[in-house]
Nanobody, 121 residues
Framework: QVKLVESGGGSVQAGGSLTLSCVDS??????MAWFRQAPGKVREGVAS????????WHAASVAARFTISYDNAKKTMYLRMNGLKPEDTAMYYC????????????????WGPGTQVTVSS
């Protein structure tokens, strides 16, 4: 059974940093990604990565501040978030898929329960 578990969310002031983690217990995915959904807004893709280390992608809105990474030995994906802004406040979800279309947000079909990030001004 696929199980993705996020951690690392919390409350920070604007300008602060957080690192999110997602453990992939299934270890059968070629692509993993972070999505976020703010209240009243559509869920959006934030960053994605190939688990073989051959590519990563970041949404334009976060590319200068967020960094996605993957530790194959730990089967864990990370999202380092620097320079957090109040508009980054959202529930952040870990997602994964077996396909190699990592930058195509619509193909992700396995999801974690989410971790809340709140940024105050």
């Amino acid at each position: 059974q696929v199980k993705l578990v996020e951690s690392g969310g919390g409350s920070v002031q604007a300008g602060g940093s957080l690192t999110l983690s997602c453990v992939d217990s299934a270890n059968t995915h070629n692509c993993m990604a972070w999505f976020r959904q703010a209240p009243g807004k559509v869920r959006e893709g934030v960053a994605s990565i190939r688990t073989d280390g051959l590519g990563k992608w970041h949404a334009a809105s976060v590319a200068a501040r967020f960094t996605i990474s993957y530790d194959n030995a730990k089967k864990t994906m990370y999202l380092r978030m620097n320079g957090l802004k109040p508009e980054d406040t959202a529930m952040y979800y870990c997602a994964a898929m077996a396909r190699y279309a990592c930058a195509n947000w619509v193909f992700y079909n396995s999801w974690g329960p989410g971790t809340q990030v709140t940024v105050s001004s």
